[in-house]
């Protein structure tokens, strides 16, 4: 058996970078992996769909080629180029993820883990980045923290796993652009992957079962982002409970119940995208006493679950299913392991969607506050009076501040170009309680599209 100061679960965001701290902290420490370095954002999430994303983009500006002086444009988009720049990147961070856990007190474990008892794991294989066996499969810490992730989910409908039904990690790979896609489910994984695919060529239909599509993000900007999808020619249809999946000669036939009518339509490809699960099979956490359920492993404040020095962070305990929840995530757990406080502010944790447009946001929708009743007070600012956003032909996009009503800054919510580094402005704002004066005192560049933050406070 190994002994170690810590040993992590999933190289994940939420499982190198903390493996990194901890190691430059002097802990010695394992980190066990099953699967490709990087976790779910690096492997089938954010970085790889960010690729295509891109690929997207280039593509919707060629169709604007009259707008940029481009006549006469003749093009042939080839899907199998685009998955090869995708993968030649994943590999680069990969080799970075590498090199980083080849520090002198981290030792890498290929290998599926479970739990003996609270603090032993037992490794199934396990051997070492090069591929050779580790002989003792067993590895003993005072702390674990348990870092694996999520796994896509599918709806308990007929049809669910017929071939042709693919999750986001299918699509990922997919060698041909499907005519006919439906996406089940409008969150942040359909709408990704609706613009990618209108972009490359498909016919996009999206099902949602809530009333508008994007549910977590504030409405208002949700309103304004529908003209730009419909204009991009995906099929938004909402309210939309889809009951069954039928196949007839490599067609697909979806069914679904709207607003009390019952209809079908036809795809050659399904994506489904209806949320996902905490990785929690196989762990056996049972063996070490850990509390879980269908959403995830129960955490404290500090990410330690109710065993002493067992912690989960990221996906696997359903608080956030976002990379960089992840990695704070794990920077908190380290830090109540070594005992340093501090001040990470979980309620300010930013997200963005990378559609086409692009949307972001921090803090609770207008919606939310008014829910809780709050008399809060809005200012909006719009990307059509930017003079940079004309410029770059991105006229289409606002920014929403919420204030409270000490008119200190809560909120934010933008959509446009860049709105997901847009974001990032409000995030020390709002932590450091800026008000819409400070805010409006706030010298900003011209021409930026940050002017508009500056245009939405005045
Ligand atoms: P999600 O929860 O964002 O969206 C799932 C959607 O499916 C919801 O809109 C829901 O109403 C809908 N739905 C559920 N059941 C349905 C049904 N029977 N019929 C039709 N629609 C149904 O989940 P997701 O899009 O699968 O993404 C999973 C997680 O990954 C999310 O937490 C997300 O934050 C994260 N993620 C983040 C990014 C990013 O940060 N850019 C990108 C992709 C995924």
């Not at 908190?332 to 005992?339: P, S, V």
């Not at 990032?424 to 508009?452: D, F, K, N, S, W």
Request: glycine share 10%.
């Amino acid at each position: 058996m190994k002994h170690t100061d810590l040993i992590i679960i999933g190289t994940g965001p939420g499982g190198y970078g903390t493996a990194v701290s901890a190691a430059q902290q002097g802990l010695n420490t394992v980190i066990i992996e099953a699967a490709a370095l990087g976790g779910t954002c690096l492997n089938q999430g954010c970085i790889p769909t960010k690729c295509l994303c891109r690929n997207a983009q280039v593509l919707n500006d060629l169709k604007e080629g009259d707008l940029w002086g481009l006549t006469h444009l003749t093009y042939h988009f080839d899907i199998h180029k685009a998955m090869e720049r995708k993968n030649e990147v994943v590999s680069t961070l990969q080799g970075g993820i590498q090199t980083l856990l080849s520090a002198p007190n981290i030792t890498l474990v290929k290998g599926t883990a479970r739990f003996v008892d609270a603090h032993t794991l037992e490794v199934e294989n396990p051997h070492d980045a090069t591929g050779e066996v580790i002989e003792d499969p067993f590895f003993s810490a005072p702390n674990i923290i348990i870092a694996t992730g999520s796994t896509t989910k599918f709806l308990p409908i007929p049809g669910a796993h017929l071939p042709n039904v693919l999750t986001s990690t299918e699509m990922l790979d997919i060698d041909h652009i499907p005519q006919r896609l439906v996406i089940i489910g409008g969150g942040v994984i359909g709408m990704e992957f609706a613009s990618i695919f209108s972009a490359f060529g498909s016919e996009v239909t999206v099902l949602e079962f809530c009333k508008e599509m994007l549910p977590n993000f504030d409405a208002d900007l949700v309103k304004r982002m529908r003209p730009a999808f419909k204009k991009a020619g995906i099929q938004l249809v909402n309210q939309a409970a889809v009951t069954a999946i039928e196949s007839q000669e490599q067609q697909l036939f979806v069914h679904y119940d709207c607003k009390g009518n019952s209809s079908t339509i036809e795809a050659d490809i399904v994506l489904m995208a209806v949320g996902r699960a905490a990785r929690t099979e196989g762990l056996e956490l049972e063996k070490a006493g850990i509390h879980y359920d269908a959403k995830g492993i129960a955490v404290d404040n500090n990410l330690q679950t109710n065993v002493p020095g067992v912690y989960a962070v990221g996906d696997v305990n359903g608080l956030c299913q976002l990379a960089h929840a992840a990695s704070f995530q794990g920077q908190r757990a380290l830090n109540h392991i070594t005992q340093t406080p501090d001040q990470i502010r979980f309620d300010l944790i930013p997200s963005a969607i990378f559609t086409q447009p692009e949307a972001a946001s921090v803090g609770l929708t207008e919606a939310a506050c008014k829910e809780r009743g709050w008399n809060v007070k809005t200012c909006k600012g719009f990307f059509r009076t930017n003079g940079k956003a004309l410029a770059m032909g991105e006229p289409d996009g606002m920014v929403k501040l919420i204030f409270d009503e000490e008119e200190r800054l809560i909120a934010g919510h933008i959509y446009g170009a860049h709105a997901a580094d847009l974001i990032q402005e409000l995030v020390p704002m709002i932590a450091a309680g800026y008000t819409l004066q400070q805010l409006r005192e706030t010298i900003h560049a011209h021409p930026t599209l940050g002017e508009v933050i500056l245009k939405a406070a005045h």
